[in-house]
């Protein structure tokens, strides 16, 4: 059976509110958590940006399942072998439980350490380059690297867990579909959440090369409801929910987290906890 998550997205929320959330998911039958790494909000109206490494332990002492973070970059706001220690103490703290999700970075997040920010070829083989260095210190071995964009004199990972963590890597386009489910009173209501909090949800082109939340919230103005259609899943038919979730345990995924774009969290939760996860098979 497939694992149905929590998206705890620290860019709407403050990290002590998300855990109250995360809690409570954890009590209607998520399985676990995944943890939103951002040093900036998308727009100034989500008005949040909390450490992601501080939130998942906070996070992880207060719940059961699984958690990781959806995603973090390996490449520029920290040397992958930083990400790499905080990984290994995290699976050490939590054996079983904990996932490293990697993607090659945005603008938004990782401009203000970047003296030159990449194209987007350069940014995947950073990444790659990345996760190389970061499965040789899984090893617990003494590793050197130099390689085309990262050096590393002679280390290793003192706290290791018995099994280093598994890697997920994001991928652009319907992939990303995989984060779908969202739940409103009202359809009205639902597009109006969108509209507001999530309009990146609704903008057709890529956002890796944005640096600002004032420059999305400028963008923000020319999203229409009509451009959300195809992307985000907006109804107040839970069915319509469980079935879009379906089509992914169906193709074969094994985890699914799901965000809900509105504030009204524990509703949401509650709906989903006793309308849609008992009725996914």
């Given at each position: 059976m497939a694992q149905i998550g929590y998206a705890a997205m620290l860019e709407q929320f403050h990290p002590r509110e998300l855990i109250g959330f995360c809690e409570k998911a954890e009590a209607a039958g998520f399985s676990g958590v995944m943890a939103a790494d951002h040093v900036?909000?998308?727009?100034p109206q989500q008005g949040n940006a909390a450490f992601v490494w501080a939130f998942m332990a906070a996070a992880a002492e207060h719940t059961r399942g699984d958690i990781g973070p959806g995603v973090t970059c390996p490449s520029f706001r920290s040397h992958p072998a930083?990400?790499?220690q905080a990984a290994a103490t995290m699976s050490a703290m939590y054996p079983g439980r904990f996932w490293l999700g990697l993607g090659s970075g945005e603008a938004l997040n990782e401009h203000i350490v970047a003296g030159y920010w990449p194209e987007v070829a350069e940014r995947i083989n950073r990444m790659f380059e990345s996760i190389e260095i970061i499965r040789k210190l899984f090893t617990g071995k003494?590793?050197?690297h130099t390689g085309e964009y990262y050096k590393m004199e002679t280390m290793r990972l003192w706290t290791m867990p018995e099994q280093p963590p598994p890697i997920y890597i994001a991928t652009a386009g319907p992939v990303t579909a995989e984060k779908t489910g969202r739940f409103c009173d009202g359809h009205e209501e639902a597009m109006?959440?969108?509209l507001t909090e999530w309009p990146n949800g609704g903008m057709k082109f890529p956002k890796a090369d944005i640096r600002s939340p004032n420059d999305f919230a400028q963008m923000a103005k020319l999203v229409r409801p009509e451009d959300?259609?195809?992307r985000m899943l907006i109804s107040a038919d839970p069915d319509a929910h469980r079935r879009e979730i379906q089509k992914f345990i169906d193709l074969g995924f094994d985890r699914v987290y799901l965000h809900n774009v509105g504030r009204n969290q524990l509703e949401w939760i509650n709906?989903?906890?006793k309308q849609v996860l008992p009725k996914l098979h």
């Open positions: 900036q909000p998308w727009t930083i990400i790499a003494d590793v050197k109006r959440n969108a959300f259609e195809g709906v989903f906890g």
